[in-house]
């Protein structure tokens, strides 16, 4: 295992960051999985669980398993980590900028498109190297302006090349699941199942430039103008990138982090990263909904909310999900009770029981895309 500490750009006199990455495996070997957590600073059973995975990663390297490499960051944002406000981590958004960390990663296919093509080849493979050397060579180019871009850079000069991309978040309240996009799909099934995930919700470039998607949305779109342009050349997708949410921002304790952590380990088993024999794969929890298919419920008055179901529950439209409750309204109707538009699991809630008008309830993975549009929320 190698430690490396990777400093940041300094954005005050006397202050600097560093990003610390963990290597396991020799870096040429391949398959190449990369590993985040807390890219959302506030959002820690991912830092728990890469805490657990270290130890598994280091006893598998101790006996000699390490067949591809794992890049391991335990903790992917510093400065959000560091932003803290009346007593409460601020990690989501960076307090100078507004940006949220997760958004604004820069469009990888444009950023090699134009010195790509003359390069293509009849080889899938070698395309996929050129690719990732295109990138590599781009991003080094890239000089930051500001610690944040300096951090988007790190991460990405970190994970570019990885053929498996896991990205660990939480919601608020939550249980299991995991967004990718389309193309990811196939070889990030299997992680699904060792997960036990809940719900898996699919897109196609949900805007707003995501780290997973930055990473996957490169190779597809990359197809994409390939056919456009009127070449036939192969490029497969180099990269399958997903992002957990690990439940909710309390559920951190050890129980639930070994056991994703050894969930993650049998996967990298399977992906052939580590050898060994790979577990028996348990059966698909639920089956994936288009990300265009989950609906948001929204508070339509301000009030104090009382939930009547919890994560995990299945919803049939119409069924009732959150009384918002406005105790000084002065006629009979106190009670808004907000309902299921769609059919499917309520996959996470809000951990504020204060609603302003508008305000994010909860979120049901429905079955039919109907949204359009950034698929995202802030
Ligand atoms: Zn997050």
Redesign the pocket.
């Known amino acids: 295992m190698v430690r490396t500490e990777h400093p940041l750009l300094s954005p005050s006199l006397g202050s600097g960051k560093h990003l610390v990455s963990f290597t396991f495996g020799d870096p040429q070997a391949s398959p190449k999985v990369y590993i985040q957590a807390s890219?959302?600073a506030e959002?820690l059973p991912g830092m728990l669980v890469a805490h657990h995975l270290r130890a598994l990663l280091e006893s598998a390297e101790a006996a000699g398993l390490m067949k591809g490499h794992v890049v391991l960051v335990p903790a992917a944002n510093p400065i959000g980590l560091n932003q803290r406000l009346d007593h409460k981590p601020m990690g989501?958004f960076e307090l100078d900028t507004g940006e949220n960390f997760?958004r604004h990663y820069p469009d990888l296919a444009e950023a090699v498109w134009a010195d790509l093509q003359p390069m293509l080849v009849e080889d899938g493979a070698r395309n996929v190297s050129t690719v990732r050397a295109l990138t590599a060579k781009w991003l080094r180019a890239w000089q930051p302006a500001t610690e944040l871009q300096s951090l988007r850079r790190q991460l990405l000069l970190l994970a570019h090349d990885a053929d498996l991309v896991l990205d660990l978040?939480?919601d608020w309240e939550a249980v299991l699941h995991l967004y990718a996009e389309e193309a990811c799909w196939p070889p990030l099934e299997p992680l699904a199942r060792l997960l036990g995930v809940q719900a898996v919700l699919l897109a196609r470039n949900s805007g707003g430039g995501p780290f997973d998607e930055c990473l996957s949305g490169q190779w597809w779109q990359l197809a994409e103008r390939i056919a456009a342009a009127g070449l036939d050349l192969p490029l497969p997708q180099g990269c399958a990138s997903t992002?957990i949410e690990l439940r909710g921002e309390t559920d951190v304790d050890h129980a639930h982090a070994s056991a994703d952590a050894a969930a993650l380990m049998a996967f990298l088993l399977h992906a052939g990263a580590v050898q060994g024999t790979p577990p028996a794969l348990p059966p698909l929890p639920c089956q994936p909904t288009p990300l265009a298919g989950s609906e948001t419920l929204h508070a339509p008055v301000p009030g104090v909310v009382a939930y009547r179901v919890r994560p995990g529950d299945r919803l049939a439209v119409g069924d009732p999900v959150a009384d918002v409750i406005d105790p000084t309204a002065a006629g009979a109707s106190r009670v808004h009770t907000v309902r299921a538009g769609v059919a499917g699991v309520l996959y996470a809630r809000v951990s504020g029981r204060y609603a302003v008008a508008g305000g994010e309830l909860g979120k049901i993975a429905g079955e039919h895309a109907f949204r359009t549009g950034p698929l995202l929320g802030a």
């Open positions: 890219l959302h959002e989501r997760n978040h939480c992002t």
